[in-house]
């Protein structure tokens, strides 16, 4: 399922094959957490702005409007016309910082709605029934999220429930991709790596969730407010343990610079909500460094976002008019805004997966830092 096409050091370039289409890596998903792109981006601008998978959340969508509602509809493909692969979140991270009261214990998690505030159970079975439910390409493990930081005898403990429950989720999902019932019955699952920042913990729970044999594996837990140098850190240990034929996925991640340091270490995948969020407020990416569109020094400003861009909005639209579409509560301004830093973001993926095809990844990354990190 996953080709390793070239190396240089640490960093890979691949080709990540799925019954959707093949991924080229490294690549960056974009969120659509409950179907769709905050922001009023749909699946065809998607496609637009060079995106190649789409990451949904299990919780939200089981929350609203019901997996078995989306499975009636044909499934999350169906359901929200993108063609591509769909990556589905476990819910486990959303169980752990949403709800306000749950109880956990071996056989799950039992949590009340962040909506309606109904009592709702989720362990490793349900969450693989409800990602069956929705039809993914790729359903992710349920794990314990673990606040960080946390003490290192309970981070061992949690390590040792989310090997079990990735025991059960692996088992799941074999039964249910034997169903005649099944949307996709090649759905593919990936384990996720935990241990907080103890890198002993780290490297001993990924060579055992190694073993499980599965289409890929994840480090979850990072980039939840530890200094960047401690992520790197973990990374550096972890990424050696990972097996080399296999896709690896670093969640919740993040910055440009983040995303650079990533690939540096042997990250295949990338999501993240900054891009589209930070762009809702204004905050812009550009190959320049970061702008604030709300800066008051843009008001007349006839240029575009960024000259060097060729998405939606930079090609039609200057500083000026989007400004004023943001300051006047206009939706446009949040669509054009968004399409601009998903364009840059994928494209930037583009640009990484030249530069390690031309072995050259090294100097790009040296140049792109002195940039990607700046204030303009």
């Known amino acids: 399922m996953f080709k390793l096409l070239k190396t240089e050091g640490n960093a890979r370039l691949?080709?990540?094959?799925?019954?959707?289409?093949?991924?080229?890596?490294?690549?960056?998903?974009?969120?659509?957490?409950?179907?769709?792109?905050?922001?009023?981006?749909?699946?065809?601008?998607?496609?637009?702005?060079?995106?190649?998978?789409?990451?949904?959340n299990t919780y939200h969508l089981h929350v609203r409007p019901g997996d078995t509602l989306i499975k009636e509809c044909g499934g999350l493909h169906k359901f929200s016309t993108w063609d591509g692969p769909i990556l589905t979140?476990?819910?486990?991270?959303?169980?752990?910082?949403?709800?306000?009261l749950r109880k956990i214990n071996e056989e799950g998690v039992t949590f009340n709605s962040h909506v309606d505030g109904r009592k709702i159970f989720m362990g490793p079975e349900e969450s693989m029934q409800i990602q069956s439910n929705l039809g993914s390409t790729?359903?992710?493990?349920?794990?314990?999220?673990?606040?960080?930081?946390?003490?290192?005898?309970?981070?061992?403990?949690?390590?040792?429930?989310?090997?079990?429950?990735?025991?059960?989720?692996?088992?799941?999902?074999?039964?249910?991709n034997k169903l005649d019932t099944t949307i996709n019955p090649e759905q593919m699952l990936f384990g996720i790596n935990q241990g907080c920042t103890y890198n002993d913990l780290r490297v001993e729970h990924m060579k055992e969730i190694a073993e499980l044999?599965?289409?890929?594996?994840?480090?979850?837990?990072?980039?939840?407010?530890?200094?960047?140098?401690?992520?790197?850190?973990?990374?550096?240990?972890?990424?050696?343990?990972?097996?080399?034929?296999?896709?690896?996925?670093?969640?919740?991640?993040?910055?440009?610079?983040?995303?650079?340091?990533?690939?540096?270490?042997?990250?295949?995948?990338?999501?993240c909500v900054m891009p589209s969020r930070n762009a809702r407020h204004g905050h812009l990416f550009t190959s320049k460094g970061i702008i604030n569109i709300n800066n008051q020094?843009?008001?007349?400003?006839?240029?575009?976002?960024?000259?060097?861009?060729?998405?939606?909005a930079c090609r039609r639209y200057s500083k000026a008019y989007i400004r004023h579409l943001l300051k006047s509560g206009e939706m446009l301004s949040q669509r054009l805004l968004v399409l601009h830093n998903l364009y840059f973001y994928n494209h930037l993926m583009e640009d990484i997966r030249t530069a390690l095809e031309e072995g050259r990844f090294a100097e790009f990354?040296?140049?792109?830092?002195?940039?990607?990190?700046?204030?303009?």
Request: glycine share 8%; net charge negative.
């Open 14 to 56: 691949g080709e990540f094959h799925t019954n959707r289409g093949v991924v080229k890596t490294p690549a960056f998903m974009n969120v659509a957490t409950q179907g769709a792109i905050k922001g009023a981006v749909s699946a065809a601008d998607l496609k637009t702005v060079g995106c190649q998978v789409m990451l949904s």
């Open 89 to 100: 979140d476990s819910g486990g991270f959303q169980v752990f910082s949403l709800a306000a």
């Open 138 to 176: 790729i359903a992710m493990a349920f794990d314990e999220c673990v606040e960080n930081p946390a003490e290192h005898r309970y981070s061992k403990e949690s390590c040792e429930r989310t090997t079990r429950w990735l025991k059960r989720c692996k088992a799941e999902m074999a039964r249910l």
């Open 213 to 271: 044999d599965l289409d890929g594996y994840a480090v979850g837990g990072l980039a939840v407010g530890e200094p960047t140098e401690v992520m790197y850190d973990v990374l550096d240990h972890v990424c050696p343990e990972m097996p080399t034929n296999k896709i690896r996925y670093l969640m919740g991640v993040g910055t440009p610079l983040n995303i650079l340091n990533g690939v540096e270490r042997g990250i295949d995948l990338f999501d």
């Open 297 to 312: 020094k843009y008001d007349r400003d006839m240029t575009p976002i960024d000259e060097n861009c060729d998405c939606p």
């Open 365 to 376: 990354k040296k140049e792109k830092e002195a940039i990607y990190g700046q204030r303009i």
